[in-house]
């Protein structure tokens, strides 16, 4: 068989074996263990020593998916470092990076060339073998996980100098880890290779770094001249991660080259020359956003089949030896990024309350930490194997504790926005209307009359004076706070409908979500750019400015569904159902024998919409929108022991 078609097998397998995975490894994220684990997990799996879907043969010929992968991690790196976004905290993040970097590779390196008698591989190295070894353990004990943050960020919605500072540090880190290893990494092929470190090497070793900044500046051009083409994203995203392959195509070159005609090799730092692209994209031009755009979506892909590749490489034979030696290991990067951190905090005049914690949003590991064990492994190939075997263990290790760490953190300075938790229904139907003008009086009335409590808030003092309905609840306050909230008992309220501008609407609206949890937001939206700051917190947003259209688009289109829908019908309505009654629970659509003129619109279980039908078994907590007669509704919801959540 030709080389080419065993690759090619060897890569059709591993793709089915990685699309399965990927389902599967998201039974992780239903006991709170983040992604990247579970497709570890499947590696390891699916590998040569358990279940031999991807066997030996197959981990070394498709070693150019690691190629690919650990360009696009670089370029993932380097579009995180935003200027922009971290000038406000950079004394702050000089320090903290400073305290992480020195003290933790320090601590880390000095430690593992102490315990070298105790780790199996290292204990029959010469003294300079382990030194190599102790410096690059003690350069992946500093990489943090760029990804990993942000992920806990968004899910918390966190926003605050300490999260600031912690986004900064671990996206500078990453940069400069990098730096870091490719100084550590010559440095360690020097002792390895028995050559001394002379001046010739540091002036060869400053030269390789400043030809990899230079090819990282021509990366950048050559990414924003794909970026600026009128082609289609699939097309640039191929043409990205080709890119990034053709940077390590160039670095074997160069290797090579110098190899045969030279009397020393040059290296240049794929990593380095990647994150150096990305980071002039991203600040110096136009085309963040789409580079964004770009990596986010072909991101789970490239991870999933690195990760899962990884996780196939690693040796289990060596991990049941070292696996008292990982967890130690574990507990020495954790007692240098304390020390690092506090030493950071300190020199940068940082609160005590952010110092005593300024260590857990930095422990997590991921994407880069397993590409530097993954380069150590390919390159020294008598003990890098058992060397990545045993980091990579420590970095599964750190990627399941640190993500609870980091947000644990959070919540202790109070930068957390996470949804409050929904009072239960009280048998009242409460909705408050901030704003006071001819529309927010007339949905007043009209949820009035469909037996709902209304209340509108008003900073128009002299409301009273200017002819406001005496008939409606209407109050005054000065401002929107959690004191006003309080007198509104809004607390107990369904639904809140905001008529005020932007500004004040997200302000409420942010209000609500972080301390009441209340179940439906809805926003009368001003402008458009707005939309996305509002669809976070979940709200219903009406955009003024396309409802008219579309509500007539549809009313010529299919207007008897229209009038149906909006009850417009004469003595018809519709209703949201909670299934509270166990009786229910198990039952099909069809068995629920409905009155004739009732029609069932949807079915919403744990937030999203399923596709229902007479064979649909209900389950408790499940929400089903019918529409029918307001006499049919009133008589159905009593089966679900009266609980309404709305009417429309």
């Known amino acids: 068989m030709e080389p080419y078609q065993e690759i090619l097998i060897y890569l059709i397998g591993f793709l089915i074996v990685t699309i399965a995975s990927m389902k599967i490894a998201r039974v992780f994220l239903t006991v709170k263990l983040p992604l990247i684990t579970g497709m570890l997990v499947m590696g390891i799996i699916a590998g040569p020593f358990i279940g031999k879907l991807i066997p030996f043969e197959a981990v070394t010929k498709l070693g150019f998916i690691n190629d690919f992968s650990l360009a696009f991690i670089a370029f993932a790196a380097g579009a995180e470092l935003y200027l922009k976004e971290l000038r406000s905290r950079l004394n702050s993040i000089k320090w903290m990076t400073f305290g992480q970097l020195v003290v933790t590779f320090v601590i880390g390196s000095v430690v593992i060339f102490l315990m070298a008698n105790y780790i199996p591989f290292?204990?029959?190295?010469?003294?300079?073998?382990?030194?190599?070894?102790?410096?690059?353990?003690?350069?992946?004990?500093?990489?943090?996980?760029?990804?990993?943050?942000?992920?806990?960020?968004?899910?918390?919605?966190?926003?605050?100098?300490?999260?600031?500072?912690?986004?900064?540090?671990?996206?500078?880190?990453?940069?400069?880890?990098?730096?870091?290893?490719?100084?550590?990494?010559?440095?360690?092929?020097?002792?390895?290779?028995?050559?001394?470190?002379?001046?010739?090497?540091?002036?060869?070793?400053?030269?390789?770094?400043?030809?990899?900044?230079?090819?990282?500046?021509?990366?950048?051009?050559?990414?924003?001249l794909i970026l600026y083409l009128k082609i289609h994203s699939y097309i640039k995203t191929v043409f990205i991660l080709g890119t990034g392959y053709a940077v390590y195509l160039f670095s074997y070159l160069i290797k090579d080259l110098s190899h045969q005609y030279l009397p020393f090799e040059v290296y240049l730092e794929p990593l380095l020359i990647c994150i150096i692209g990305s980071f002039i994209v991203t600040n110096y031009t136009n085309h963040r956003p789409e580079f964004l755009k770009i990596l986010n979506k072909i991101g789970p892909r490239v991870y999933a089949a690195?990760?899962?590749?990884?996780?196939?490489?690693?040796?289990?034979?060596?991990?049941?030896?070292?696996?008292?030696?990982?967890?130690?290991?574990?507990?020495?990067?954790?007692?240098?990024?304390?020390?690092?951190?506090?030493?950071?905090?300190?020199?940068?005049?940082?609160?005590?309350?952010?110092?005593?914690?300024?260590?857990?949003?930095?422990?997590?590991?991921?994407?880069?930490?397993?590409?530097?064990?993954?380069?150590?492994?390919?390159?020294?190939?008598?003990?890098?194997?058992?060397?990545?075997?045993?980091?990579?263990?420590?970095?599964?290790?750190n990627q399941i504790v640190g993500p609870p760490l980091f947000k644990w953190s959070i919540q202790i300075v109070g930068e957390g926005r996470t949804k409050a938790n929904t009072q239960a229904f009280d048998g009242i139907r409460d909705a408050i209307i901030f704003g006071l003008e001819d529309q927010s009086i007339a949905l007043a009335r009209q949820l009035s009359d469909n037996g709902w409590e209304v209340k509108i808030a008003t900073r128009m003092k002299n409301f009273e004076e200017l002819g406001a309905p005496q008939d409606l609840d209407i109050r005054y306050f000065p401002n929107f706070d959690l004191n006003a909230f309080e007198e509104l008992d809004a607390r107990l309220a369904e639904a809140m409908v905001m008529m005020l501008t932007d500004e004040d609407n997200y302000e409420i609206c942010e209000l609500a979500y972080q301390n009441l949890g209340t179940k439906d937001l809805v926003v009368r939206l001003n402008d458009r750019n707005n939309f996305d700051k509002f669809h976070e917190l979940n709200a219903k947003i009406v955009d003024p400015s396309t409802a008219i259209v579309s509500l007539l688009d549809h009313f010529v289109r299919s207007p008897q569904a229209t009038s149906l829908l909006l009850g417009m019908e004469k003595d018809q309505d519709t209703i949201d159902l909670e299934v509270l009654s166990r009786d229910l629970h198990g039952i099909t659509l069809r068995e629920l024998r409905l009155p004739s003129d009732i029609i069932i619109l949807s079915v919403t279980r744990g937030g999203q919409m399923i596709i229902s039908h007479?064979?649909?078994?209900?389950?408790?907590?499940?929400?089903?929108?019918?529409?029918?007669?307001?006499?049919?509704?009133?008589?159905?919801?009593?089966?679900?022991?009266e609980r309404l959540v709305t009417i429309q």
């Open 614 to 641: 007479g064979f649909t078994r209900l389950r408790l907590g499940d929400v089903v929108t019918m529409v029918g007669s307001s006499e049919s509704l009133r008589n159905v919801s009593l089966r679900f022991e």
């Open 306 to 397: 690195f990760f899962i590749l990884t996780g196939a490489s690693m040796s289990l034979d060596i991990l049941v030896e070292v696996w008292a030696i990982a967890l130690g290991l574990f507990f020495v990067r954790m007692v240098g990024m304390v020390i690092g951190s506090f030493t950071g905090g300190i020199l940068a005049g940082d609160p005590m309350k952010y110092n005593k914690i300024g260590w857990m949003p930095y422990v997590t590991q991921a994407g880069v930490s397993l590409g530097l064990a993954t380069i150590v492994a390919t390159r020294f190939p008598y003990w890098g194997p058992q060397f990545a075997t045993v980091m990579i263990a420590v970095i599964v290790l």
């Open 122 to 224: 290292m204990q029959s190295m010469n003294t300079e073998t382990k030194v190599a070894v102790a410096i690059l353990a003690g350069t992946i004990f500093v990489a943090r996980s760029p990804s990993s943050a942000i992920a806990v960020i968004n899910e918390m919605r966190a926003k605050g100098p300490f999260t600031q500072t912690a986004l900064g540090v671990t996206v500078v880190k990453d940069v400069l880890v990098i730096i870091l290893f490719a100084v550590c990494f010559a440095t360690a092929e020097a002792l390895v290779m028995g050559k001394s470190l002379r001046l010739g090497f540091i002036v060869l070793l400053a030269t390789e770094i400043s030809f990899s900044c230079v090819s990282g500046l021509i990366v950048g051009k050559i990414l924003q």
